[in-house]
C-alpha cells in the first residue's frame, strides 16, 4: 500500500495510511489472547473457535495454533458467515456470501470464541450471535477481535482485544492478512476532505 | 442484476454467483429445510397465469425458507379471469408494494414485458414463459451437474450432454442450451425432426436424430417430457414408437458410461420418454433436481431483492 492516493471520484479528497502494527506485533497480540483465553476459560478441552469471514477464519485459525501450542491440545475451529442475518442488508448491493463451516462436533454445549478482525458498529457480531442460533446452543459465547475502534451502535463487548485503536468515523481501518492480503499489518486509512 | 428474465442475460460470472451463492445457501439451511430471516419483510407475489403445482411450490418454499411474505396469485378464480390485463394487474401488485414479482405465463415475453413496460418497481423472476425460457430450472440443472460432474468448477469444459425428445415446445430446454452454453459445455439435442424448433442450427449445440450412436459420449442425459397438452398436431406417429426410437430405457441406460447422470426437469412421463426403471434407478438424479431447484430460486431472491442495487 503507497502512502496516499487521490480518491477515484472526490478530486479534493486524500488518503493517508498509517501503519499500526507489523507481523511481529500481531503475532505478538495473537500470543498473548491465547494466553488470555487459556487464562480464562475454565475447560479449554470445550473451546470451538469460529471465525468470521474474511479475515477473521485466517486469525481463529492462528488463534487455536496459539491456543495448541500452549495446552498441546487440538483445538476445533470453523467458520460462520454472517451475511444472511445482517440487519443492514437493505444499505447496499447483495454480497456474494463466504463459507459456514462448523466443526464435526458441532457447538452445542461449547464454549464458543467468536473471532472478527474489527469491532466497529457490532453489528456484525449481533447477526452472529443469531446466525449461531440456527447451528446450537453454545455453553458460552466470547468474543475475540485483533482490533477494536470503537464507535458501537450496540451494547455488545469483546472479552480478548488485540488493540484498542481509538478512531474517528472518517478513518478506516484496515487488518491485512498474510493468508489473504499477502501481508500482515494493520493500517489506519484517513480520508481528510481539502478545501 | 434487478431481473432474472432469461439465461442469455447471464455471463459466466453472473452464473457462477448464483450457484456459488446457491451452494453456500445448500450448506447453511441443509438442503432449504432451515428458515432464514434474510428477506424478512420484503413480498414476493408468485403471479401464476399457467397451471404449475411443482414450480409455484419451489418458489413459494424459496421465498418462506427466506422469511419474505409470499402472495400467491393464480389466474384462475382471481381478476384476471374476470378480464383484468397483465398492465392492470401489474399496476395493482406495484400498489400493494410487492418487492418481487415471480412470474409464469403462456406468452413468451410476458416476464419482460412486465419487467420492462415501466409498470412495476419490483424485480421480476421469469418463471416460465410460454416455449421461452424457465432460467431457475436450467440454473438448478446447472448445480446438480456441477454437484456431481465437475464439484467447484469454473466451467463445464469437456463435458457432454444430450438433450433428448421435445425440445420445440420446451423452454427448460431452451434455458439448459444455452445456459450449458455460456458455462462451456458440449450440448448435443436429440429428436424427431417435427420436435426440434426451427432456427436450431444457430443454437450453440449439435443436433442429431438419432439416440442410440451418442449415448457411451453422455455425462448427462436430459430426458424433457413429451408435452402432450401444447401439442395442436401430429408430431409423431404413436407414443410407442416414440418411446421405443427415443424413450430411455433399461437397455439405453446401460449404454451410458458408469459416472453418466439421467435427468428429467418433471412431470415424468413414465412409459413415455423415460422408463420407470430408469427413473428410480441409482443413475437417476431426478428427485435432486428438485431440491436444487429451491437452493437456486433461494440464491436467485437473495440476489436480486436481498440487498438494495440502488446503492451501489
Redesign the interface.
Known sequence: MSESSPGASAGSSRTNNRMVADPEDISRMLRRLAHQVVENVKDVTNIVIIGIPTRGVPIAERLAKNIRDIEKISIPVGSL?VT??RDD?????????????LPAGGIDGKTVILVDDVLFSGRTIRAAL?AMN?YGRPAVVQLAVLVDRGHRELPIRPDYVGKNLPTSLNEKVSVQISEIDSVDQIVIQSTTEQL | MKHLLSVQELSRAGTL?IL??AL??N??TDGGT?I???LRGRTVVNLFYEDSTRTRISFERAAKR?SADVVTFSAKGSSVSKGESLKDTALTLNAMGADMIVVRHPSPGAAHRLAHAGWLESSVLNAGDGKHEHPTQALGDAFTLRAHLRPGAKDFAGLTIGIVGDVLHSRVARSNIFLLGILGAKVIVIGPPTLLPVGIENWPCEVSYSLDAYLPELDAIMMLRVQQERMNGTFFPSELEYSRTFGLNRKRARELPEHAIVMHPGPMNRGVEITAEVADSAQSVITEQVVNGLVVRMASM????????S??
Request: no cysteine; aromatic share 4%; hydrophobic share 40%.
Open positions: 458467515d444472511l442475518f442488508l437493505q444499505m447496499r448491493p447483495s454480497k456474494a456470501l463466504e463459507q459456514t463451516r443469531d440456527e | 454467483r456459488d451463492t453456500e445457501l450448506q447453511v432451515k432464514l430471516p434474510t427466506l437473495y440476489l436480486l431483492i436481498g440487498g438494495n442495487v446503492v451501489a
